[in-house]
């Protein structure tokens, strides 16, 4: 069964420099998020992307933040100067082209996370 | 503003069924998904509610009210490994696809 891949898994970082968080979506997946659950917290959406430009983001997703599908396999999140606030686990999902409500095609399946800690 | 509630967490003991109750208030509602989610991993996708009714799917089944905002997942059966938290999502809000989360419901299955 296809799945969403992330990597890496884990990412230790210190504070205010850059990281690069990797997903690679499901294949025939159009439609790429990233999300971000802080320790105890709730999952929050961050950026949506489609058709190679950002479609939806959230307060969260300031100049900070950037994503970016550099080949047609690979859907990046780019922290430029980390915080010590930014230490979460950041998710990627992906799902079908579902214009249409109702379909299943509205599922997100996420990828299995990377763990980032800034120190 | 979306508002999702959930109960923070509910006990429970293997072999038996338990329901976790999700009500939301929200401008605009597409669909009502859940999702389960063991401490440090990904959430998986359970289920997916659009219109008002019962949806079966093996041991669980997900149930939806458009009309009171009101959502529940049954679990029945239940085993140890059913121990996670469950996330109820809402997409719709504001006439957008991203699914807003509620806080999850943390469920102990004790033997």
Known sequence: ?119 | GQNIDQPTEMTATEGAIVQINCTYQTSGFNGLFWYQQHAGEAPTFLSYNVLDGLEEKGRFSSFLSRSKGYSYLLLKELQMKDSASYLCAVTGAGGSYIPTFGRGTSLIVHP
């Open chain 1, 1 to 119: 069964e296809p799945e969403v891949t992330q990597t890496p898994s884990h990412q230790v970082t210190q504070m205010g420099q850059e990281v690069i968080l990797r997903c690679v979506p499901i294949s025939n997946h159009l439609y790429f998020y990233w999300y971000r659950q802080i320790l105890g917290q709730k999952v929050e959406f961050l950026v949506s992307f489609y058709n190679n430009e950002i479609s939806e983001k959230s307060e969260i997703f300031d100049d900070q933040f950037s994503v970016e599908r550099p080949d047609g396999s690979n859907f990046t999140l780019k922290i430029r100067s980390t915080k010590l606030e930014d230490s979460a686990m950041y998710f990627c999902a992906s799902r079908e082209d579902g214009r249409t409500s109702g379909g299943f095609a509205d599922t997100q399946y996420f990828g299995p996370g990377t763990r980032l800690t800034v120190l």
